[in-house]
């Protein structure tokens, strides 16, 4: 793959990221984390099986089904941290501690894949990771640097550790065997583990008219959300997992700016001064991949 191919993929992941994210937000309100998580699984397991049926035999090979099973479980867990941190802490704090993942995959990018930044890259990654931080960050964290200490911000630290994990993890998944695997493969685990949550604590009778009764924002947020994971796969496939992953992270401004149209919310300046750094160096990092 050509590196302009996998800049496009990279700004395709931050795109649908961005209005994905913005989707689950509202499905989770309505349904349940467990079973947005589960719904996204699912439609993954239907709309990429035929392009994934001939690699199926491929996990016969133990360390491709061990890498796999690895994949999906730290997805699993990822995002039940982060879902868990959100329900105890306040959102616009645990917002800030998520971005910790963009560190970590850089840093397995480093170690593992022997990665090498230039030190422009690294400089424009820098204002990348702030744009995103004063996104983030609202008025009462400057009065109350407290905040960050609160209840909810460890677990939000734990899930960002494991986010960048599952980013990694996609990439060698992606280059090991296909980017449409890489994708696939994770989602028929954490399916199940969803499933098994589900069952043990509330049932499928709720989960199934959830479905019917919101299932054009259910099936929306799973096209969404797999065409940004795909879009990410196909991204690291070929070029620096670091790089590629510190331009799709700025979908936030993507889900701010989604925010301000349709939900009317108000913001700061330097929430406007964070989004329009992070897209601008996300647009300047692509050109210097």
């Given at each position: 793959?050509?590196?302009?191919?996998?800049?496009?993929?990279?700004?395709?992941?931050?795109?649908?990221?961005?209005?994905?994210?913005?989707?689950?937000?509202?499905?989770?309100?309505?349904?349940?984390?467990?079973?947005?998580?589960?719904?996204?699984?699912?439609?993954?397991?239907?709309?990429?099986?035929?392009?994934?049926?001939?690699?199926?035999?491929?996990?016969?090979?133990?360390?491709?089904?061990?890498?796999?099973?690895?994949?999906?479980?730290?997805?699993?867990?990822?995002?039940?941290?982060?879902?868990?941190?959100?329900?105890?802490?306040?959102?616009?704090?645990?917002?800030?501690?998520?971005?910790?993942?963009?560190?970590?995959?850089?840093?397995?990018?480093?170690?593992?894949?022997?990665?090498?930044?230039?030190w422009i890259q690294w400089l424009v990654v820098s204002f990348i990771f702030i744009g995103i931080i004063l996104m983030a960050v609202k008025k009462h964290h400057?009065?109350?640097?407290?905040?960050?200490?609160?209840?909810?911000?460890?677990?939000?630290?734990?899930?960002?550790?494991?986010?960048?994990?599952?980013?990694?993890?996609?990439?060698?998944?992606?280059?090991?065997?296909?980017?449409?695997?890489?994708?696939?493969?994770?989602?028929?685990?954490?399916?199940?583990?969803?499933?098994?949550?589900?069952?043990?604590?509330?049932?499928?009778?709720?989960?199934?008219?959830?479905?019917f009764r919101f299932k054009w924002l259910i099936l929306l947020m799973g096209l969404l959300d797999v065409l940004a994971w795909l879009s990410y796969a196909f991204?690291?496939?070929?070029?620096?997992?670091?790089?590629?992953?510190?331009?799709?992270?700025?979908?936030?401004?993507?889900?701010?700016?989604?925010?301000?149209?349709?939900?009317?919310?108000?913001?700061?300046?330097?929430?406007?001064?964070?989004?329009?750094?992070?897209?601008?160096?996300?647009?300047?990092?692509?050109?210097l991949l």
């Amino acid at each position: 793959m050509g590196i302009e191919l996998g800049i496009i993929f990279a700004f395709g992941a931050m795109i649908f990221w961005g209005i994905g994210e913005f989707l689950i937000q509202k499905n989770v309100k309505k349904e349940g984390r467990s079973e947005s998580l589960l719904f996204i699984g699912f439609f993954a397991l239907i709309a990429l099986l035929p392009f994934v049926w001939k690699e199926i035999p491929a996990l016969m090979y133990l360390p491709n089904l061990l890498l796999i099973l690895f994949l999906g479980i730290i997805t699993y867990i990822a995002s039940m941290l982060n879902f868990q941190a959100l329900k105890e802490g306040k959102l616009s704090v645990v917002e800030v501690v998520f971005e910790i993942e963009l560190i970590v995959t850089i840093l397995l990018g480093i170690f593992i894949f022997q990665e090498r930044l230039s030190w422009i890259q690294w400089l424009v990654v820098s204002f990348i990771f702030i744009g995103i931080i004063l996104m983030a960050v609202k008025k009462h964290h400057l009065k109350n640097p407290r905040l960050f200490l609160e209840k909810g911000v460890l677990i939000g630290f734990l899930g960002a550790l494991f986010m960048g994990g599952v980013n990694f993890f996609t990439a060698s998944s992606a280059r090991q065997m296909s980017p449409v695997m890489a994708i696939w493969g994770p989602a028929v685990v954490f399916s199940i583990l969803c499933l098994i949550g589900i069952g043990r604590k509330e049932g499928f009778t709720k989960m199934k008219e959830n479905f019917f009764r919101f299932k054009w924002l259910i099936l929306l947020m799973g096209l969404l959300d797999v065409l940004a994971w795909l879009s990410y796969a196909f991204a690291t496939k070929s070029n620096e997992v670091g790089i590629i992953t510190a331009i799709t992270e700025s979908y936030p401004a993507i889900c701010l700016i989604l925010g301000l149209w349709i939900n009317k919310e108000k913001i700061l300046l330097h929430q406007y001064i964070g989004a329009s750094l992070a897209l601008v160096c996300s647009f300047i990092l692509g050109f210097l991949l």
